[in-house]
Each structure stands twice: as C-alpha cells, then as structure tokens.
C-alpha cells in the first residue's frame, strides 16, 4: 500500500513538475486550452479543446524538453516501438474495414440475386449440352390474394382482402421453354426439375431440322449468375 501511494505521489509531483503552456504548436499543427496527461521517453500525452493527442517531445521547445527529462536515444527507441505500435492499430484496423466492406458487399450481392431469384418445378422437355430445354409454364411461389370475412354484428356481410404467399402455375417467360444453364446430374428428357434459377438473357441453338432458335434463359448456378450480372 505505502509503494503503491508513493507511485502516486510521485506522479503527481511530476505532473505538478511540468509547465505546459496552454497552447502549443508541434509540426504546423496547434493545439489549444492544453492540459498535461503523461508522457514517456519519446511522446507527450495532452488533452487540448479538440481532443488528445501524443506529440513528439523532439518538436518541443528546449526549456520543455528539458522539463521532461528528454534523453533522444532513450526517445529514437520509444519512437521506434510507438510507430510500430501504431503501424500494427492502423493494419488491424485497415482488415476490420476491409472484412466489414466484403460483408456489405456480399449481402447486397445476396440481396440483388434474391430479387431475381425464382424457385421452379417444371417439366423437362430435353437435355440438351451445358443444360435443358424446360417447359415455360412451372409451379413457383408467389403472392395470393383472397378475400375473407371481417363480418361482426353489426356488418356481417364484411370482407377484408387477405394476400400470402402460395405455390401457384406461372409462365415464367414468352414461348413454349426456356433453357436452364445447370450442373444437376441424373436428368432425363421428360422428368422433373427443381431449382432456385435466375434470368440469364437469351440462349441461342440449332434444333435437330437445322434452324436456328433464341429462347430465354436462367442459370442455377450462383458463380455463373453473379459473373453475368457483375457481382463476382
């Protein structure tokens, strides 16, 4: 206890020791209403109106550099493990930063992929290279409204307009198919397809008798997707 209060002491003898002025200028920059802190063998530690700050003592004035014990080997070496310090906080915080940028930028990758995302089951009407040729008109989700009653005594033959969210037949574009780009094994002209696709512009092929067709197409494969809308 009595060390422990002599430290103290001690300290505060310093801080009483040092006569900071109340507004310094270090490197051009100037600093007002300044109030001692600390300091150790390279840096001064202050607190000025705008905040704090650590200054260089070699930028100080003689007469406070000598009120502060400055000593420039004792300093080079402080300095040395302080702008090492510092370059270790600045590369920490720089990968903070950068992990926090490729979160961002992957949710709204997943965002912008969910607005065009469409979950399918259909019927394939070939397998073809690189994919299939399905049927345009596929079971998928999307949004059903009904009306209900909202009746009560006095306005029995009420209705409210209720919407959900159900499986539903839908057209997914113009024309009879469309070409899925997809990696699923175990296709067979005729069965069935399921998968979350993504429009991918228009495929281009020749059929069996030689001409030539352009259909719309999707793609199940997420890599794919996000190269052809530049989210990679």
């Known amino acids: 206890m009595f060390r422990v209060t002599?430290?103290?002491?001690?300290?505060?003898?310093?801080a009483a020791a040092v006569e900071i002025p109340e507004t310094l200028i270090v490197d051009g920059q100037t600093y007002k209403g300044v109030v001692y802190q600390s300091h150790d063998a390279s840096r001064l530690r202050i607190m000025?109106?705008?905040?704090?700050?650590?200054?260089?003592?070699?930028?100080?004035?003689?007469?406070?550099?000598?009120?502060?014990?400055?000593?420039?080997?004792?300093?080079?070496?402080?300095?040395a493990a302080f702008q090492?310090?510092?370059?270790?906080?600045e590369a920490t915080r720089q990968a903070v930063a950068a992990q926090q940028s490729d979160n961002e930028r992957r949710l709204q990758i997943a965002a912008k992929l969910n607005e065009k995302s469409?979950?399918?089951?259909?019927?394939?009407?070939q397998v073809v290279d690189g994919g299939i040729l399905l049927e345009s008109v596929v079971s998928t989700t999307g949004?059903?409204?009904?009306?209900?009653?909202?009746?009560?005594?006095l306005r029995p033959e009420a209705k409210k307009t209720v919407s959900k969210e159900a499986a539903i037949r839908k057209k997914i574009a113009p024309g009879d198919h469309v070409f899925v780009m997809t990696k699923q094994g175990g296709l067979?002209?005729?069965?069935?397809?399921?998968?979350?696709?993504?429009?991918?512009?228009?495929?281009?092929?020749?059929?069996?008798?030689?001409?030539?067709?352009?259909?719309?197409?999707?793609?199940?494969?997420?890599?794919?997707?996000?190269?052809?809308?530049?989210?990679?």
């Open 84 to 89: 090492q310090q510092q370059q270790q906080v």
């Open 6 to 14: 002599l430290l103290l002491l001690v300290a505060c003898a310093v």
């Open 118 to 125: 469409i979950p399918v089951v259909g019927t394939i009407f």
């Open 48 to 79: 000025h109106e705008t905040g704090i700050a650590a200054v260089p003592i070699a930028q100080l004035a003689a007469e406070l550099r000598s009120q502060l014990w400055f000593d420039e080997t004792a300093a080079a070496q402080a300095e």
């Open 188 to 232: 067979v002209d005729g069965g069935q397809y399921s998968g979350v696709i993504y429009p991918m512009g228009t495929h281009s092929f020749t059929t069996v008798v030689g001409s030539g067709r352009t259909i719309p197409a999707f793609s199940d494969d997420l890599a794919a997707v996000s190269k052809f809308y530049g989210l990679d």
């Open 143 to 153: 949004i059903v409204t009904s009306q209900v009653s909202a009746g009560n005594l």
